[in-house]
């Protein structure tokens, strides 16, 4: 079955260009479990072909995942907390995933948003308690919008430098998404230490008031 919904979505990617892209994107920062990795890395395989431009899928995904990540904030401030609490269990969204996403949008804002973007699982999620906190419309679209520039790039360039390589990779999408992951390892690492940073960062700058109040 998997198999099958990964041949799906890439040949979606294959036969819909940008359109797929787009589409494909928006379900992935929704709560529609997509890989971006059978997105993104595909379109720019074919964009090194000559069938698509690189520049213009980057965007096409960009374009997509905020439009999904609008969607899920927007949908979360209509409904309201206790719907998302209820149902959230139904999209691996329990009770306490929205309270730690609720913890981390609060003490890390914008900031927090944007890291999250980066890394797996959690940027489908964070628009969710975003919306719930209800966090200023114009600071939650500039770090997704951001973020998701950011991942869409990282994907595409490794979709260009690895299928371009092993283009057989194409006939086989769980391969294709292994390698990926193997591939991504450093630069989500990478992420995980800089959102570290980040939160040290913002940390030390809340303490400094209290310091200053103490003297």
């Known amino acids: 079955m998997l198999h099958s919904l990964l041949t799906s979505w890439f040949n979606f990617v294959r036969d819909w260009n940008y359109l797929?892209?787009?589409?494909?994107m928006a379900l992935e920062s929704s709560i529609v479990p997509i890989p971006?990795?059978?997105?993104?890395?595909?379109?720019?395989?074919?964009?090194?072909?000559?069938k698509m431009e690189f520049w213009l899928v980057v965007l096409a995904g960009t374009?997509?995942?905020?439009?999904?990540?609008?969607?899920?904030?927007?949908?979360?401030?209509?409904?309201?907390?206790?719907?998302?609490?209820?149902?959230?269990?139904?999209?691996?969204?329990?009770?306490?995933?929205?309270?730690?996403?609720?913890?981390?949008?609060?003490?890390?804002?914008?900031?927090?948003?944007?890291?999250?973007?980066?890394?797996?699982?959690?940027r489908h999620l964070v628009s969710i308690p975003a919306g719930l906190l209800k966090m200023n419309f114009v600071k939650f679209s500039l770090a997704t919008t951001l973020g998701a520039f950011s991942w869409c790039a990282i994907l595409s360039w490794f979709g260009q430098q690895i299928l371009g390589d092993h283009p057989e990779l194409l006939s086989s999408p769980e391969a294709m998404v292994a390698v990926c992951r193997e591939k991504?390892?450093?630069?989500?690492?990478?992420?995980?230490?800089?959102?570290?940073?980040?939160?040290?960062?913002?940390?030390?700058?809340?303490?400094?008031?209290?310091?200053?109040?103490?003297?």
């Open 20 to 24: 797929g892209v787009f589409l494909l």
């Open 36 to 50: 971006s990795e059978v997105v993104m890395p595909p379109a720019a395989f074919w964009a090194s072909q000559g």
């Open 63 to 122: 374009a997509g995942s905020y439009f999904g990540s609008l969607m899920s904030y927007l949908v979360s401030q209509w409904v309201g907390r206790p719907v998302v609490t209820r149902f959230g269990k139904y999209f691996l969204l329990g009770p306490e995933k929205v309270a730690m996403a609720e913890v981390w949008v609060t003490r890390y804002g914008a900031g927090g948003v944007f890291f999250s973007r980066l890394l797996p699982v959690i």
């Open 184 to 215: 991504l390892h450093l630069v989500v690492a990478g992420v995980m230490v800089l959102a570290m940073a980040y939160s040290v960062v913002v940390y030390m700058k809340r303490k400094q008031p209290k310091a200053a109040t103490a003297l």
